[in-house]
């Protein structure tokens, strides 16, 4: 199990530097506030994974090693624009940051939903934050954002 816990810091850290990189080539977001983002990303997947070495038994580090990877996940449609994959992933994973969060914040200390009020509240959130997800994949039009820019219209073709 320990395998898999280094397996999960060095994604994380390929991941982070891999979107340090792609921001310094980019337009968004400046290369200094990406190494300051991307750096404190991997700072929470660092505590997070310590946390899960820890306590295996609790769910807590799994929660806290999950939401910074939800949060770097989501600036991906942001750094690699010409990527469908990337564009794909990011949007996917756009607003789950706010029902790991939730899930984290009511299954404290264990990692564990203790009552059917948590549970129901947890679910509740992951569906709500999706109906965005599954209506903007049925919608044809480009956003806003991106048809402002042409220099980000490229990433669309």
Known sequence: MKAVRIVVWLAG???????VLGAERGLWPPADKARI????AF???TIGVVVWQLRPDSR??????AWPFTAVFA???FVFLGSALAVTVGYAAYL???????HLVLSYPTGRLRTRLD???VVSSFH????????SENSKKTPAAVSSRPEWRRGLR
């Not at 999706?130 to 209506?135: G, K, Q």
């Open 13 to 19: 850290a390929a991941l982070c530097s891999a979107l």
């Open 37 to 40: 983002a991307y750096g404190t």
């Open 43 to 45: 700072f929470g997947i």
């Open 60 to 65: 807590t580090g799994i929660l806290l090693t």
């Open 75 to 77: 600036d991906l449609h």
């Open 96 to 102: 789950l940051y706010a029902p790991v969060f939730a």
């Open 119 to 121: 549970r129901t509240l």
């Open 128 to 135: 709500h934050n999706s109906l965005p997800i599954v209506r």
